[in-house]
Nanobody
Framework: QVQLVESGGGLAQAGQSLRLSCAAS????????MHWYRQAPGKQRELVAS???????VDAESVKGRFTISRDNAKRTIYLQIDSLNPEDTATYYC???????????????WGQGTLVIVSS
């Protein structure tokens, strides 16, 4: 059973920073990639950052320069460092892990329950 548990969300003021964590129940080296998504009220879920098993990271254009994804294989954890928070960052942030199969049909996707970030002006 694969479980992903996010933590680190909460209330913050604009301009402050938060560090979100996603702890996995299995070695994260098993995953081809891990991601952070967010979903704001009334909005669709949005991919904000990715890290591959090889260590390559990418950030969404909308958050580039403020969000930093990282991983600690020994701790089975990935992180999302969010700097210079603004109210538009208010959302539930979800951890996601991907294991690729022989084709997309056999890909496996795992999701955490999310951690809520609320940013006030």
């Amino acid at each position: 059973q694969v479980q992903l548990v996010e933590s680190g969300g909460g209330l913050a003021q604009a301009g402050q920073s938060l560090r979100l964590s996603c702890a996995a129940s299995v070695s994260i080296s098993n995953f081809n990639a891990m991601h952070w998504y967010r979903q704001a009220p009334g909005k669709q879920r949005e991919l904000v950052a990715s890290v591959t098993s090889g260590g390559m990271t990418v950030d969404a254009e909308s958050v580039k320069g403020r969000f930093t994804i990282s991983r600690d294989n020994a701790k089975r954890t990935i992180y999302l460092q969010i700097d210079s928070l603004n109210p538009e960052d208010t959302a539930t942030y979800y951890c996601h892990a991907l294991t690729r199969g022989l084709s997309a049909k056999y890909d496996r996707n795992y999701w955490g329950q999310g951690t809520l970030v609320i940013v006030s002006s």
